[in-house]
């Protein structure tokens, strides 16, 4: 017979339950493989299509950094000296990130707060905080309260005996923060008083790199 069909005893008669041609249940087959096909070729699609709508169509939006980028200078350790007369010399910090901040001795509220800013952004990277050192470039010749070193024992006292190093970290009236890389370069500029969360943040992310 052309037509092949199914049934079920029901009250004593022969029910037909259904009928399905070889032919339509051949169709039905061959669709089903069309369409798993064209879900398959549309998910490996996919990701392509996306890339190229935030390519062309809407790129998003780059997020500025929290500090500014330099063009990339050495740092004249040279011109680096420490309280008790010793250069401070580059194999010392080698391989380390450096949060300079330059300011006077006297250190004000404003000062202070800074150096409290920078202790928390390097006590916040965690295990990574052992790959960040801070330098306070002393700009005149006040020495810092004990008081306000003992708050800071991490922190590494430096005097510039070149008006060059002062140049490099924008003049000597500069309050701003620094960011000094693993070769010894000058590669970020912060304002005194970045906002908290965005420079942890950021920081974080260029210490791992």
């Not at 009236?173 to 070769?183: T, W």
Request: net charge positive; proline share 9%; with cysteine.
């Amino acid at each position: 017979m052309a037509k092949e069909m199914t049934s079920e005893k029901q009250a004593g008669q022969d029910v037909p339950v259904s009928w399905a041609p070889a032919s339509v249940l051949k169709a039905s087959s061959q669709t089903r493989g069309r369409w798993t096909l064209l879900a398959i070729v549309a998910i490996g699609l996919l990701p392509l299509l996306v890339a190229l709508y935030f390519r062309y169509v809407s790129p998003p939006q780059v997020k500025a950094t929290v500090g500014l980028p330099l063009d990339p200078v050495p740092l004249p350790f040279e011109f680096l000296q420490r309280p008790d007369g010793t250069r401070l010399e580059h194999p010392e910090v080698s391989g380390k990130w450096l949060v300079i901040f330059a300011a006077p001795g006297a250190c004000d509220a404003r000062c202070q707060h800074t150096l409290y800013l920078t202790r928390q952004a390097r006590t916040a990277q965690g295990r990574n905080m052992e790959r960040i050192d801070r330098l306070w470039v002393i700009t005149d010749a006040t020495t810092p309260a004990p008081g306000l070193m003992a708050s800071h024992p991490d922190l590494v006292l430096v005097r510039a005996t070149d008006a060059k190093l002062m140049d490099i970290l924008g003049g000597s009236e500069s309050r701003h923060i620094h960011l000094v890389d693993r070769r010894g370069l000058v590669v970020f500029r912060y304002p005194e008083n970045p906002d908290p969360t965005a420079f942890i943040r950021e920081l974080g992310k260029l210490v791992r790199l």
